[in-house]
């Protein structure tokens, strides 16, 4: 089956064939490393994650570059607060976000290009296009002429005479045109900056990417990622930059994730509701936020509320719940899969297999994984004798969560770790501590071995007012917080 990938460029569906067969190049827009990054900024880290492990799984070769954006206005601004250098700045906030990044528990890339480890290949870049007649120099600034470009426009579907119609009264005398934008700009006085054949300056933000991709991949890629917000410029001024020195195709599917929304709205400084992902995983759980991402298409809006991460709770403890019943059954005595549970999910890859080749369809992908869940759940009980058939079963579980899991970097931890780690997050949202509860399914445990099942239903009724759900097998009680 052919995997297909919505392209930004063409808005349509396309078969994906890479530029040489059996290998990827894979560009995705990192962060630019001022501060720590928001839960927002990881949507698509997550998501490319994906994207990387499933062409891996159809037998590419690919190769991942995530890049940081190490010089930049927001960081020399920042410095200057902070009173710190900007390369200091950048260094610490690279490796508070290496440590959220190893947090969330995925794949390292294959590179991690910064910007100020590439200014030979920027201002090289920027030479060629002043002598392929795309860029001018002024007054120590070089500005890619947008007129030089015939095809500007062809990614955001933006049209040049309108964006000059849109343009404000440019006060910027330097540009021939309101729509040029810097490739090098001249330092300010007391900034930061490098030698140039221009003058001493920086580089501006968009060919820093053109630059870096060239020197990993050469002239041309297969896949460049980012979020919707950077389709334009940002992409947009990639093309023209990287198309106007190599003559040459630069990107052969673009692909963008869409944004998160917060109760109806978008994530932003000024309503206040920025939240970090170091500040999101002291609440809560890596296994929480990738699901919250990937439970939705990478192209649909992303809610995150309190009832989105209620949903993610629900359906980790789902898939969690069945496979530590299927784990408590196994040994390394157990080698053989039950025929009939192994049909059921060979049944279930196969439509995993089309979702993801449809354009990464997750929320489909995840349908089939819950049918082979509530399957699990029909057939293995807790307190089932163990025999080879149930035994045979909870191992093709296992092997199945487990595999779907790996291209997603879930469902990797020991399941009832994890069911208890989820359990006391919740506790302590509830202001409930693990011993209190402890204590009343004992209390409730002592009654019902007493036969007082007056008093047994009433602790059950103050347990359940409390949150919890108190299940009873052969083997005595077990109790979980209501999910």
């Not at 001249?186 to 870096?212: D, F, L």
Request: charged residues 25%.
């Amino acid at each position: 089956m052919s995997q297909k990938i919505y392209s930004s460029q063409s808005k349509q569906l396309e078969e994906f064939i890479p530029l040489t067969p059996g290998q990827v190049k894979m560009y995705v827009c990192g962060p630019t490393v001022y501060n720590f990054l928001h839960v927002g900024n990881f949507r698509g880290v997550v998501f490319f994650n994906l994207v990387r492990n499933w062409l891996e799984n159809q037998g590419y070769k690919v190769t991942y570059a995530l890049n940081f954006t190490d010089v930049d206005d927001k960081i020399i601004n920042r410095a200057a607060d902070m009173g710190v250098a900007p390369h200091d700045l950048s260094e610490m906030y690279i490796t508070e976000y290496k440590k959220d990044f190893a947090s969330l528990g995925l794949r390292p890339h294959d590179h991690n290009p910064k910007v100020t480890e590439h200014m030979d290949e920027i201002r090289s870049m920027v030479q060629t296009l002043i002598e392929n007649k795309k860029a001018y120099e002024t007054q120590g600034d070089v500005m890619y002429s947008i007129e030089s470009f015939q095809g500007y426009g062809k990614l955001s579907g933006r049209n040049t005479d309108e964006l000059q119609a849109g343009a404000r009264v440019d006060v910027d005398e330097k540009k021939r045109s309101p729509l040029d934008f810097a490739l090098w700009k001249a330092a300010k006085p007391g900034e930061v900056s490098w030698p140039s054949p221009w003058g001493p300056g920086r580089p501006g933000w968009h060919i820093e990417c053109s630059a870096m991709i060239k020197k990993i991949f050469g002239e041309q890629i297969d896949i460049h990622g980012g979020g919707m917000d950077l389709i334009f410029p940002h992409h947009e001024n990639e093309i023209a930059q990287s198309e106007g020195c190599t003559g040459k195709h630069f990107v052969k599917y673009w692909m963008h994730n869409n944004m998160l929304n917060f109760g109806g709205q978008k994530m932003s400084k000024s309503l206040g509701n920025v939240v970090t992902m170091r500040e999101f995983m002291e609440t809560y759980n890596a296994e929480i936020y990738k699901w919250m991402i990937l439970s939705v298409h990478y192209r649909s809006m992303s809610d995150f509320s309190d009832a989105a991460i209620d949903r993610a709770v629900a359906g980790l403890a789902r898939v969690y719940s069945a496979l530590s019943l299927a784990e408590s059954y196994l040994s390394p005595e157990v080698t053989a899969v039950d025929p009939g549970f192994e049909k059921i999910t060979k049944e279930a890859w196969v439509k995993i297999e089309a979702a993801l080749n449809d354009d990464f369809g997750t929320p489909e992908a995840f349908a089939a994984m819950f049918e082979v869940v509530r399957q699990f759940n029909n057939q293995v009980r807790r307190g089932l004798k163990s025999n080879p058939a149930v035994q045979g079963k909870a191992l093709a579980f296992v092997n199945f969560v487990r595999k779907f899991g790996g291209l997603l970097s879930l469902f990797q931890e020991p399941a009832h770790e994890f069911l208890v780690k989820l359990d006391d997050m919740l506790l302590r949202k509830m202001n409930i501590e693990r011993p209190q509860v402890d204590a009343l399914v004992a209390e409730r445990a002592k009654a019902r071995e007493a036969k007082d099942f007056a008093k047994s239903d009433e602790l059950r009724g103050k347990l359940t007012a409390m949150g919890i759900s108190v299940s009873d097998t052969p083997e005595g009680s077990f109790w979980e917080v209501t999910k």
